[in-house]
T-cell receptor, first 117, second 115 residues
């Protein structure tokens, strides 16, 4: 079955340290992978996506993610965390078996990122 | 505005009443999605509209929930005979073939409280 896993409900990082939010996926074809962020009391915002090409994708607010096909992972990273990065992060994948005209995404359960000063 | 809008932003209703939630997608976006999110939790898919195709209703939790999309634009999610477990934030999103077609743009949500 197609699925996305975010194995950590919560990640705690000290300000200034590097952060990683993990995501693994299981789809039958070539995945399209996404990260979204939800700041407190705000809507979901797109951060970055991997469709094809360079495995390292750079996005908004200094975030990046690396597509690793052999490990079926798409972990979100940032070299130096800010307190303002504290938010709920969602990983999502497009299920290629749905066909080219179906735009639905499979969503992970979300990871709460807490950056402590 | 250029983004997805939802109304009302907050709705408090008594158990057993019907409610209607509205979503205005980004102009020209062919795909529209409804999700439900309980406090601080993940996204629960409800329904998906794509152009003139039949909607994917597989996520609707019961027959008290229904949605329609008129003229390929505005969508209304209706919950009949509301129950306390319906309390959540209801999110709408839209996407477009031309603009990174799988990238979904979200509205601010409607916070529904059933008392």
């Amino acid at each position: 079955a197609q699925s996305v896993a975010q194995p950590e409900d919560q990640v705690n990082v000290a300000e200034g340290n590097p952060l990683t939010v993990k995501c693994t996926y299981s789809v039958s074809g070539n995945p399209y992978l996404f990260w979204y962020v939800q700041y407190p009391n705000r809507g979901l915002q797109f951060l970055l996506k991997y469709i094809t090409g360079d495995n390292l994708v750079k996005g908004s607010y200094g975030f990046e993610a690396e597509f690793n096909k052999s490990q079926t992972s798409f972990h979100l990273k940032k070299p130096s965390a800010l307190v303002s990065d504290s938010a709920l992060y969602f990983c999502a994948v497009r299920d290629p078996s749905l066909g080219d005209s179906n735009y639905q995404l499979i969503w992970g359960a979300g990871t709460k990122l807490i950056i402590k000063p | 505005g250029a983004g997805v809008s939802q109304s009302p932003s907050n709705k408090v209703t008594e158990k057993g009443k019907d409610v209607e939630l509205r979503c205005d997608p980004i102009s020209g976006h062919t795909a529209l999605y409804w999700y439900r999110q309980s406090l601080g939790q993940g996204l629960e898919f409800l329904i998906y509209f794509q152009g003139n195709s039949a909607p994917d209703k597989s996520g609707l939790p019961s027959d008290r929930f229904s949605a329609e999309r008129t003229g390929g634009s505005v969508s209304t999610l209706t919950i009949q005979r509301t129950q306390q477990e319906d309390s959540a934030v209801y999110l709408c999103a839209s996407s477009n073939r031309l603009a990174g077609r799988y990238e979904q743009y979200f509205g601010p949500g409607t916070r529904l409280t059933v008392t």
